[in-house]
């Protein structure tokens, strides 16, 4: 229902925004030379320019959907929120001898995170008392009682009342509507009812918005990054779990690398090594590293070596691969006017395959980074005694969702820089990429 | 006297599924030193394959190639090559790919730094020294290749279609430039190309080979690659021979096509 509800927001800002946006900035909306007549080019990329006002405004959409689909504290529209505070119904006991009486049952409903919601002390807080009620007269006595937002409660209603269930006292109405065992009410404060026993129940309103296990709001989420680092998780602080993770795809990655290179370039040169390394490597290729895991673990345990280990394959076909179609991609006019300018076969070799196989062996190696970094996590999800992966999994045997989100933003983040970072170098050390 | 012998070469290509191509067929040729030749063909009759085995890059079926006495064995300095396009270093500058033959070959740079200057000057490229080639037009990549390959000194320089991926107006140019190279350093050539026009121009010597078997069909020998040098090229095409010369060329040339066509239609 919820779900619905934000993918219809959703849809709505991504064509309610254009429409605004192409009316107020009609001057970046319009295309201009010829790239205009080719909008509907497939497999044109370049007549595609990603319009940046949207990619602010669609980053600005999320946020403003998180916080309104979520507890949050930040002043912007959100969704109708849950019932808080006090309420109250009746309800009617009806004995055997069709005597009846009515009394109220109060009812306070209190933040579901209050155990988790800090004063600025630091101190946690605690959930409030019953509130105190006059019994009332007449054989039903008043109640009262309190539940956590998003919960739901059955009502033992005849503790205080002068005839207990089992004597005869069944409640008959609700509100002082009539009603029968597994029978609901709805209230502006909730859903009242009777079990299939006929025990009166109470579930307050939840609105449209999330309790904090499902989507905590940003602000606790940043809260609980700055505790990360500060206070740490599971003994090692946010930093150390990410340089853990890091360090492990970073170790994995060279190793492959050094590896793979030279026996995808003696691929590349020889057909002895050719025919010898095909079929390991067309073989481990298809296998995802993640299948890897299990034998890994077995073999090497859950410490550092074994997620080396696995890094380290997970790069290497790949490092093989390009190092491989770098050699075999040299044209052979490359190459002959080398020999026709008196090279010697190891200069063709230094000067000519190696960089010429350089934007090929640094595409694999993007790849072969991303995928570390994937796998990494992956890994650590599985068994570690730290790293991001690790971390989130705890979180997610303790609830703690906001750690696990958290998590999760660090991941995505880091992949993000490793992308952008390895283009950088690219750009820098093999300009001639694309270009030629 | 020093000279290139083309002696008796054939060439036959192996197919993979069992029979074979005979590429070329009994090739007869001698050039003395700085002759300028220009060969012309329909596709396929062998002309890169010759040039190839000339370079050392194949070695031919039958037959030899001496230069100044001596066998080709292989690839050497002493025949340099330009090709169509593509050739250049791309990870290095204009001057590294110009020095490229002379640091390979061990000289060292006090030795090497004049002649590399000197040729990028009469390239015309001393300002794009420092610049990466995949940053300089076609015609100038190719007046890179031709100073790449100038730099090393080689006897003979082989060129395959050295020019056929420029344009009409910088191809004109470059002709210019490639006749006064050749006046300049007196440079044995063999030159490959599709262009009549460009064989009559630049030939002083012009080989029309036939197809199937490649061998060599008629040789001409032509005044306008020495009426060329430093002069208007087009004011060389107004000759009265050149015309005719064209038109008999063409009519041979399209008549092989012709003969080829008619064959696949017969086989097919
Ligand atoms: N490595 C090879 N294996 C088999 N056949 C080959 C090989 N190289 C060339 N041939 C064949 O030899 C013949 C001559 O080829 P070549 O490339 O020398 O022709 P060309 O005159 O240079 O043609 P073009 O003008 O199109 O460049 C062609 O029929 C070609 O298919
Ligand atoms: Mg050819």
Known sequence: MIGLLLIFLYAAAFFGTFVIASRLFKKLFESRGFNKLKTVTFGDESAVIANRLASVVSVLTVFWLWVAFTNSSIPLPKMPGPFIGDTSFTYTATLEDGTTDEATITVRVFREDIQLTLDDDGNAGVAPDVPEVEPGDGFAKNDSTTIARYGFKVINVWTNDEVSKKDGSLVTALNGIPVEPGDKIRTDAGEIGLTDKGTPTFSPATGFRMARLYLPAPEIVVERFFRLNSEGYQGYSLFQHTRYSLQRVLIGFLLGALVGIPIGYAMGLTNWSRGWFDPIVEFMRPIPPLALIPLIIIWFGIDEEGKVVLLFLAALWIMIIAARSGVSGVAISKVHAAYSLGASKTQILTKVIVPNSLPEIFTGARVAMGVCWGTVVAAELVAANVGLGKMIVSASKFQQTDVIIVGIIVIGVIGFLIEVGMRKLESWLVPWKGRV | ?268
Not at chain 2, 18 to 28: C, S, W
Not at chain 2, 84 to 95: K, N, T
Not at chain 2, 122 to 140: H, I, N, P, R, T
Request: aromatic content about 6%; glycine content about 10%.
């Open chain 2, 1 to 268: 006297m020093s000279e290139l012998l083309i002696d008796n070469i054939s060439m036959r290509f192996d197919l993979p599924g069992g029979g074979h191509v005979q590429a070329l067929k009994d090739v007869n040729l001698k050039l003395k030193t700085g002759e300028l030749m220009s060969v012309l063909g329909p596709s396929g009759c062998g002309k890169t394959t010759l040039l190839n085995i000339v370079a050392g890059f194949l070695a031919p079926s039958e037959g030899d190639i001496v230069l100044n006495g001596h066998k080709v064995e292989g690839p050497d300095a002493e025949r340099g090559m330009v090709f169509q396009q593509g050739a250049l270093f791309e990870w290095m500058s204009v001057r590294d790919n110009v020095s490229f033959g002379p640091r390979m070959t061990g000289k060292s740079r006090a030795d090497y730094t004049p002649t590399v200057d000197h040729l990028l000057e009469v390239v015309g490229l001393q300002d794009f020294k420092e610049k990466a080639v995949y940053e300089l037009s076609g015609g100038m990549q190719q007046r890179v290749a031709l100073a790449r390959c100038l730099a090393n000194d080689p006897d003979v320089i082989l060129m395959d279609e050295p020019l056929g991926a420029l344009d009409a107006l910088t191809r004109e140019k470059m002709q210019s430039l490639v006749l006064d190279l050749w006046k300049d350093t007196g440079k044995t050539i063999i030159l490959i190309t599709h262009s009549v026009e460009e064989a009559l121009l630049l030939g002083e010597r012009l080989l029309v080979m036939a197809p199937r078997p490649g061998r060599v069909h008629k040789e001409y020998n032509l005044p306008f690659a020495d009426l060329g040098v430093g002069n208007d090229l087009r004011e060389v095409k107004k000759h009265e021979d050149y015309s005719t010369t064209r038109e008999e060329i063409l009519e041979m040339i399209w008549n092989m096509e012709e003969e080829i066509m008619g064959r696949a239609e017969e086989s097919a």
